[in-house]
Structures are given as structure tokens and as C-alpha cells.
Nanobody
Framework: QVQLVESGGGLVQAGGSLRLSCAAS????????MGWFRQAPGKEREFVSA????????YYADSVKGRFTIFRDIAKNTVYLQMNRLKAEDTAVYYC???????????????????WGRGTLVTVSS
């Protein structure tokens, strides 16, 4: 069974940085698409970024493009989300998710994910 465990959330001032981690376990992730999503209070969950595990192809929501970077460490089975120049509107619970196939483009457009982590809270104070 695939398990995804997020960490790295916390409280940061606007303009600051945080790095989220998603430790993945349970099976080889070759061919998977790994994604980060977020849900702010009172809002629907939204796509943030995705990466194709095997080739490293990435995709970003317009709202985070140029500020966030997704990358993975294959040896550690971990996906990261480096968040720079954080804004108050980035405040949300951030979820890691995995899809067994497909593309980052498909995930960005609402393609359903197969596995989800429990989330980590990021709070950006203005």
C-alpha cells in the first residue's frame, strides 16, 4: 500500500521560504505522477504543482509559477516543494498525492489522484 507523509509546514512571514517534503513508500514509483495540492480555509482544494517521477517533467499552477519549485530525490523516495517569496494567500493545508500513471498536464487539469497524504499546514503571516 502506498503511503505519503508530508512534513515541513509551519508559520512563516510573508516573503519567507519553506520546503515541504513528501516521503513516499509502498512500491516503486516509476511512472507515477506526484503532485502537491492545497486547500485554504473555506475554499476548494486546488492544484499547486506536479512532477513525473521517472523523467522529472514538472508543471505549476500560474499562482505559484516562478516562486515554487517541485523536485524529487529518487534515492530517498521523497518529493519536495520549495516555496519562496511566500504570500498570505499561500496559507493552506498542503497535500501530497500520487497517481499511478498519466501526465503532469493531466493532473493539473483535475485528473484524479490515487493516493493522498494527510497534509501539512502552512501559515503565512502578512
Amino acid at each position: 500500500q502506498v503511503q505519503l507523509v508530508e512534513s515541513g509546514g509551519g508559520l512563516v512571514q510573508a516573503g519567507g521560504s519553506l520546503r515541504l517534503s513528501c516521503a513516499a513508500s509502498g512500491r516503486p514509483f516509476s511512472g507515477y505522477v506526484m503532485g502537491w495540492f492545497r486547500q485554504a480555509p473555506g475554499k476548494e482544494r486546488e492544484f499547486v504543482s506536479a512532477i513525473y517521477w521517472s523523467g522529472g517533467i514538472t508543471y505549476y499552477a500560474d499562482s505559484v509559477k516562478g516562486r515554487f519549485t517541485i523536485f524529487r530525490d529518487i534515492a530517498k523516495n521523497t518529493v519536495y516543494l520549495q516555496m519562496n517569496r511566500l504570500k498570505a494567500e499561500d496559507t493552506a493545508v498542503y497535500y501530497c498525492a500520487a497517481r499511478t500513471d498519466g501526465t503532469t498536464w493531466f493532473v493539473a487539469r483535475g485528473g484524479p489522484m490515487d493516493y493522498w497524504g494527510r497534509g501539512t499546514l502552512v501559515t503565512v503571516s502578512s
